[in-house]
């Protein structure tokens, strides 16, 4: 069960059809699909929310329209109503940070509301006297007051990340041990001397600076590969290896590269 | 010194003046105030983005425009660029949440930027090249692609709040100790029982019941104030009460709740 699907967005006296489409576009970015419009503005211009929307034209297909916020949260065991930084009850407000781990999990089992106000104010108190939980968007005192789509968006990302379903691409990147960094230093080390960046006497010292230079970040085997096929070639430049080219080899290293 | 000062936003080849005006007004919601346009559209509508920033307009006119990446970021030492889920390198990026106490931290002594390609796709290969690290916001795979207003929103709100200057809006509402909650408890037990909502057998029980719906969240003592007025009030209506109206109490007890 995806909590997610319990968690509608709940948009009282919206205006603004460009705020409604980027907001269908918000939500799904985000996994959340479900969109209650309570008396939307009369004038709303659908046609600009379809362009707004995208690809998330279903979500704005798909919405419900209500004609109060009692009717629009009736079923939800958990209210979540957004209000501003200067706004009543401002000292009972949480974060969307916060409070999204107690929406996620009660969205386990019931089903959840968080609403919005109209753009040009907020919630009246009577639209508020629903909320379970207050909700307030992290803000600046100098420009407190948010795009509502945009306030959508944070919320829905933060129950989205709240809701772990975010996987990071990743692709494993073994990290270099120690025998292959130190193969690598020792081809270094040759190299410079070879190629006559430093002679025996100073060695030591520019090795270590080279080893705090690779030392700082995470090196992966890749990385060494690459490090090392750059060592043979400046030596084979110079005269000092064996006699076969080894930019085949630098070639491989570039493929492991990518 | 605040970092957020020196961290600018870097837009790549932008599109559409209502982004761009959103843009501004998102960067100035979160505190981050420097934007530079790589090459924005010739086309570009800045009359929109003059609407669309309303009280950011500081910000849209302050803007800094050049033309390549190469200029935008010369001078600085954190370079963070955006990439899709897909898109190339995408296995060594970080989510914003991730980066955003690196970015803040380099940004305590040096400039850092965050950098957006344009609207219809993303940063070049070229435009990326001067990246330090690579940064994908976190979406859903059903719908990845974010609207490029909506992507800034969520790195400058990152940043705002790695920055830790958000100070969530807190009256002190002092919890209520034992004592106070056991002469609550007590006035609830002999009330129950004066106006017979249950009889001398099953009090104990039925206190159990009260503990626990009234236990399971913070109770203030202003709360417990309200709770002992209704029930003292209830005792007079009931007969039980010394001769005096409590009503005066449940008043106080009501301003209290404000």
């Not at 190629?195 to 080279?210: L, N, R, T």
Request: with cysteine; charged share 20%.
């Amino acid at each position: 069960m995806d909590p997610l699907a319990n968690i509608r967005m709940v948009l009282v006296r919206p205006i603004y059809g460009g705020n409604l489409g980027s907001i269908c576009r918000a939500m799904k970015n985000m996994g959340v699909t479900r969109l209650v419009l309570v008396n939307p503005n009369p004038e709303m211009d659908f046609g600009e929310a379809q362009k707004y929307a995208l690809h998330a034209n279903d979500i704005l297909e798909t919405r419900s329209q209500v004609t109060s916020v009692e009717e629009a949260v009736g079923d939800c065991a958990v209210v979540a109503a957004t209000t501003g930084l200067k706004g009543l009850y401002r000292s009972h407000t949480k974060t969307p940070r916060e409070l999204a781990p107690r929406l996620i999990e009660s969205a386990q089992q019931h089903q959840v509301a968080v609403v919005f106000g109209p753009e040009n104010h907020g919630l009246s108190n009577e639209e508020m006297q629903f909320a379970t939980h207050l909700l307030t968007i992290p803000s600046t005192p100098a420009y407190s007051s948010l795009n509502l789509a945009q306030a959508v968006m944070l919320c829905c990302y933060e129950l989205y990340l709240a809701s772990e379903q975010y996987a990071p691409p990743q692709e494993f990147h073994p990290e270099a041990p120690v025998v292959m960094r130190e193969r690598f230093f020792d081809l270094w080390r040759q190299m410079l001397l070879d190629i006559k960046f430093c002679d025996q006497v100073k060695i030591d010292h520019m090795m270590m600076g080279f080893r705090r230079i690779f030392g700082r970040g995470y090196l992966s085997e890749a990385d060494v590969n690459i490090l090392m096929g750059l060592a043979r070639q400046a030596a084979w430049a110079a005269g000092k290896s064996a006699a076969k080219d080894p930019a085949a080899d630098a070639k491989r290293a570039d493929e492991l590269a990518k």
